[in-house]
């Protein structure tokens, strides 16, 4: 495919990528790099799949400043149809020109011998009306007719109906778009083409063909701490490689959403307008909401804190303490609930006296006073009643 001589789009390698991608701010690892080099070595699209927030969308945006093309996104949704994507008829352009032009019509007709001479006349003329001048281009026919070398970035388009997917294929496959009233449009400079997918579901088998594959999934922790320090949050080398580790660990609960990357580097930013030098449970749990968005996954998340910042750290049984050296135990179990047991020696008497004394249980507790529980045992369930027939069934005829 030709590029333009002014298109600075070329990579001279694939080191050549990851040092013009880290100037700009992404850190990529030897794997994403080839990938990029390939895109724009072979003018073959790309699907880059994984979770949300790694950088996918970015990477597009990225691609774009360090070629000097102009971007082009098209954001996917359930529900688009194909006008929202290549391009529609400005119908009330359209009509202002009609009433514009009444009076040349008007001429044309005039000497119509009839009604069919004059339909006729106007046909000739109606591919007035549906030129490049009347035509509204979306982000795909923008990117094939434009001028300019683009990057085209089709965003979750795995939220876009199976109806719109397969639009994308002649854009995808021949670069070129596909206009009934005009004809077909091809790219003179293809564009560079990023789709991203959050993995909702499986896109068909022929979208996949025509792209290059790439799963994006959580980058290293040394990756991860050089995205941050890219970044220019502020925070000190120590305090970031410890939030790193921490978010990490975070990603490891089972969250209904975990951390993303761009999150990291908004807990980064945030720890640092706050003056934090020094990471600890407390500040950490204040600010959590930063990278978590579900009471739940905080509720968990708060939880493991203290174990995150420092891993070394031995937490004390939660409300227990035992000195069996003068052999008193004391038990804390929170609320009204909690109660202390002291005990000296060996006698338990006074310990079984306390355990018996009236009232300790309700009416509802079996064996207490009263009608008993609310719910009983079926006739033949139970472990007792399953006992004693494999009782019976041993017992001689």
Same mark, same amino acid.
């Given at each position: 495919m030709p590029q333009s001589v002014d298109d600075r789009s070329a990579f001279s390698s694939i080191d050549d990528v990851a040092s013009r991608f880290a100037e700009a701010g992404y850190i990529t690892d030897r794997r994403l790099a080839t990938t990029i080099y390939l895109v724009t070595r072979l003018n073959k699209p790309v699907l880059l799949e994984?979770?949300?927030?790694?950088g996918k969308t970015e990477l597009a945006k990225t691609l774009a400043t360090v070629t000097g093309r102009r971007l082009l996104r098209l954001q996917c949704y359930e529900g688009q149809d194909e006008t929202r994507a290549l391009y529609e008829w400005d119908? @009330?352009?359209?009509?202002?020109?009609?009433?514009?032009? $009444?009076?040349?019509i008007n001429d044309i007709i005039a000497d119509a011998p009839d009604i069919p001479a004059a339909v006729a006349r106007i046909e000739g003329h109606g591919a007035v009306f549906f030129s490049d001048h009347f035509l509204v281009a979306r982000p795909l026919l923008d990117a094939i007719r434009g001028e300019q070398p683009a990057v085209l970035l089709i965003d979750e388009v795995d939220r876009a109906d199976e109806a719109l997917e397969a639009v994308f294929l002649e854009c995808l496959g021949e670069y070129q778009v596909s206009v009934p009233e005009i004809g077909t449009y091809t790219a003179k400079t293809p564009p560079f083409v990023v789709l991203t997918s959050n993995n909702t579901r499986d896109l068909s088998a022929a979208l996949k063909r025509r792209c290059l594959h790439l799963?994006? #999934?959580?980058?290293?922790?040394?990756r991860e701490l050089a995205i941050v320090r890219s970044k220019r949050t502020g925070l000190p080398e120590a305090a970031a490689r410890q939030l790193v580790e921490v978010v990490r660990g975070l990603r490891e609960l089972p969250l209904r959403k975990s951390p993303s990357i761009s999150e990291t580097i908004d807990w980064a930013r945030t720890l640092t307008v706050l003056g934090v030098d020094e990471l600890d449970a407390g500040v950490l749990a204040d600010t959590l909401n930063i990278v978590l968005k579900y009471e739940r996954d905080m509720q968990r998340a708060v939880e493991v804190l203290p174990r995150l910042v420092d891993p070394n750290r031995e937490l004390p049984g939660a409300g227990h303490s035992h000195e069996h050296g003068s052999d008193v135990h004391a038990? #804390?179990?929170?609320?009204?609930? @909690?109660?202390?047991?002291?005990? =000296? @020696?060996?006698?338990? /008497? #006074?310990? /079984?006296?306390?355990? #018996? /004394?009236p009232g300790r249980h309700d009416e509802g507790y079996y064996g207490a006073p009263g009608p008993g529980p609310t719910r009983r045992t079926e006739p033949?369930?139970?472990?007792?009643? $399953?006992?004693?027939? =494999?009782l019976i069934r041993r017992r001689p005829g």
């Open positions: 994984g979770p949300a927030g790694v119908y @009330g352009k359209q009509l202002l020109y009609t009433q514009m032009l $009444r009076e040349k799963f994006l #999934d959580y980058p290293d922790a040394e038990h #804390d179990h929170g609320g009204d609930q @909690g109660h202390q047991h002291e005990h =000296a @020696g060996n006698n338990g /008497r #006074d310990v /079984r006296a306390a355990m #018996d /004394r033949g369930q139970g472990q007792g009643s $399953r006992s004693f027939a =494999a």
